[in-house]
């Protein structure tokens, strides 16, 4: 496995997104997506793209207080953050498709305030 795909591997990466994804929809302008959390991230595969690399894998989506489900999900991370500290990031895009149990993010380096 190439150092860039190390990143499959960040135990410390995926609870901080599991985290970060469950308070992003928590807090979503769209109200329907208030009611979904994430439970989980277990990354199968990594795929470079011109941007960076896409992870695939299955997510926990929970709805509501105890009902959970498998989506599968991709999250797109950029160039920067596979070679880098990745404990500082956001997330730039989310979007759950419950019909589809699908699950996209796009992380972004969060700046540093200095």
């Excluded at 009611?35 to 989506?61: C, H, M, N, Q």
């Excluded at 489900?69 to 500290?85: G, N, T």
Aim: net charge negative; glycine share 6%; proline share 2%.
């Amino acid at each position: 496995m190439s150092d860039r795909h190390q990143i499959i591997n960040d135990t410390e990466f995926w609870a901080r997104l599991e985290y970060d994804a469950s308070h992003w929809l928590g807090n979503s302008d769209d109200k329907t997506l208030r009611r979904f959390w994430i439970d989980g991230f277990l990354p199968d595969s990594i795929t470079d793209t011109k941007y960076g690399a896409d992870v695939e894998g299955t997510a926990w989506v929970g709805i509501g207080g105890s009902e959970q489900f498998q989506y599968r999900f991709i999250v797109s991370v950029p160039q920067k953050m596979l070679h880098r500290d990745r404990q500082t990031f956001c997330i730039k895009l989310l979007s759950l498709d419950e019909t589809k149990q699908t699950l996209r993010i796009e992380v972004a380096m969060e700046k540093h305030v200095t």
